[in-house]
T-cell receptor
Framework: AQKITQTQPGMFVQEKEAVTLDCTYDTSDQSYGLFWYKQPSSGEMIFLIYQGSYDEQNATEGRYSLNFQKARKSANLVISASQLGDSAMYFCAMRAKTTSGTYKYIFGTGTRLKVLA | DARVTQTPRHKVTEMGQEVTMRCQPILGHNTVFWYRQTMMQGLELLAYFRNRAPLDDSGMPKDRFSAEMPDATLATLKIQPSEPRDSAVYFC?????????????FGPGTRLTVL
């Protein structure tokens, strides 16, 4: 079954420190995409970073990087130099093909990150 | 700054009533998604369209939910009749489909409360 697992319901990090949010996935599809979204308390969902299953390099977007370990089926998000504005809920998501050929977008349960001053 | 817009932002209704939520995707985007977010179930994909054609609505309760795209600038999600368990935040997202990073841009959501 296709699934995203985020095992950390909540995390704390000191301002200016780096933090890693864990994400593992399960799919039998060879071609898939992995995404991270941020949801601040205001409720909107903000795209952060994308990693394709065939991408050999880890994706980076500013202070965000995705630690992609294909053999372990993990796609952890690393936030460097945390800022107070990073406090939010973070969702890992996957796009994978279904048996019928359409695409499924599956989200994890999220990790709530709190950045401490 | 192009954004996905959703109306209404909040809706309170009574059980049994029809609810229609609207979404205006970003101009030029050819893919539209409807999601539902609850504390218990998290974020669930209900349906999505590409070039206005429904591609997958397997996440949607078919007996009461329906999703349409009357034109490229409007997507609707209808619940008839509504039930208290439908209370949730409903997000619309749009994107430009390609094999790579088909980033989805989310709207602000419609918070639905069914009494």
């Amino acid at each position: 079954a296709q699934k995203i697992t985020q095992t950390q319901p909540g995390m704390f990090v000191q301002e200016k420190e780096a933090v890693t949010l864990d994400c593992t996935y399960d799919t039998s599809d060879q071609s898939y995409g992995l995404f991270w979204y941020k949801q601040p308390s205001s409720g909107e969902m903000i795209f952060l970073i994308y990693q394709g299953s065939y991408d050999e390099q880890n994706a980076t977007e500013g202070r965000y990087s995705l630690n992609f370990q294909k053999a372990r089926k993990s796609a952890n998000l690393v936030i460097s130099a945390s800022q107070l504005g990073d406090s939010a809920m973070y969702f890992c998501a996957m796009r994978a093909k279904t048996t019928s050929g359409t695409y499924k977008y599956i989200f994890g349960t999220g990790t709530r990150l709190k950045v401490l001053a | 700054d192009a954004r996905v817009t959703q109306t209404p932002r909040h809706k309170v209704t009574e059980m049994g009533q029809e609810v229609t939520m609207r979404c205006q995707p970003i101009l030029g985007h050819n893919t539209v998604f409807w999601y539902r977010q609850t504390m218990m179930q998290g974020l669930e994909l209900l349906a999505y369209f590409r070039n206005r054609a429904p591609l997958d609505d397997s996440g949607m309760p078919k007996d009461r939910f329906s999703a349409e795209m009357p034109d490229a600038t409007l997507a609707t999600l209808k619940i008839q009749p509504s039930e208290p368990r439908d209370s949730a935040v409903y997000f619309c997202a749009s994107g430009l489909w390609r094999q790579g990073p088909d980033t989805q841009y989310f709207g602000p959501g419609t918070r639905l409360t069914v009494l």
